[in-house]
């Protein structure tokens, strides 16, 4: 079957790659292609932040897994790391939802904790570069025979008249597109540094003046960072970086140099949950695969997966 997918993030490459490995023909239409879509300032880190909800997200996320570290060992150019790290907390905290989908989680130790903090976990994550992950996806799309438009596209009747069923992964977008007004931006910053100033993750959710966190890559480090509902300016804040080093310093050893060499900023989908779910309209229909808040990424294989069933049960 012929299907346009809206949107060319992480979603819909990934939508396309699984969709095209089912037999199906595939075309992505998207106003913004690599390096300048929202899923390029992803910090990304697996880790399933501000998507809802839990039992549905926890199954897409220990699926993505899976998928994430098998090509961190198979595909070297993807771009992939499979990266230790701890989330500390001031308090006492149950094991969280997603234990499960972490195959080595664990409580972490005391000499395994910043100064300051009570405790914390201690998990692998695959962390993806996305300068190196997105052009990867777009060039396994083509291998399997997908093409790639860019054009922006103001309602789904435009695709549907080029394809009677259509993946729509617009995030932010399905705003305007699909008049979804539950959908919101979540402003989020983060700074690249070098060199990595540690080998390892670091989360800290609940730093008295924000979140902070610390993603070393292969060559640099990401920062972070903030979060803002409703504010949709793509400024850099100078005094938001200044708050952002000021709160990852205590996190990293003393005296680690953390060398800015650029500072990002980008719009996260919010929503109240997810929203993947096929509507049909007569003879025409749309897969919706978007809203995924803080964990597009970490959502992405399992979310594309679900959206292959549904093309199947309504493909003609």
């Not at 993750?201 to 060559?219: K, L, M, Q, T």
Request: charged share 25%; hydrophobic share 40%.
């Amino acid at each position: 079957m012929f299907i346009v997918i809206l949107g060319g993030g992480v979603s819909g490459l990934s939508c396309g790659i699984r969709l095209l490995e089912a037999g199906h023909s595939v075309e992505v239409w998207a106003r913004e292609l690599t390096p300048h879509t929202t899923s390029d300032v992803a910090a990304a880190v697996w880790y399933p932040y501000r998507a809802w909800p839990q039992e549905r997200v926890n199954a897409w996320a220990k699926r993505t897994y899976t998928v994430l570290e098998s090509l961190s060992r198979e595909q070297p150019s993807a771009g992939i790391l499979s990266v230790p790290g701890v989330e500390v907390f001031r308090r006492h905290v149950e094991d969280p939802w997603w234990r499960d989908s972490v195959p080595d989680f664990r409580r972490a130790r005391a000499d395994e904790l910043p100064p300051g903090v009570l405790e914390g976990y201690h998990f692998t994550a695959p962390v993806i570069e996305m300068p190196r992950y997105l052009p990867f996806l777009m060039g396994r799309l083509r291998e399997l025979g997908g093409h790639v438009v860019q054009r922006e596209v103001r309602s789904l009747e435009e695709a549907w008249a080029r394809a009677s069923l259509v993946v729509n992964c617009t995030g932010l977008g399905a705003r305007e597109l699909v008049g979804d007004e539950t959908l919101f931006p979540v402003r989020g910053e983060v700074l690249r540094v070098t060199p990595p100033p540690t080998d390892r993750f670091i989360f800290d959710d609940e730093c008295e003046h924000g979140i902070a966190y610390v993603i070393p890559r292969a060559h640099d480090c990401i920062l972070g960072g903030t979060v803002e509902e409703g504010n949709a300016s793509l400024v850099p804040d100078a005094e938001a970086a200044r708050g952002i080093l000021e709160r990852n310093a205590p996190l990293l050893p003393p005296g680690a140099p953390l060398n800015v060499v650029e500072h990002k900023v980008g719009l996260r989908p919010g929503r109240p949950t997810v929203r993947l779910e096929a509507e049909v309209f007569g003879e025409r229909v749309v897969v919706h695969d978007y809203g995924h808040g803080g964990a597009g990424v970490t959502l992405s294989w399992g979310c594309a997966e679900e959206v292959v069933e549904l093309v199947s049960a309504h493909a003609r």
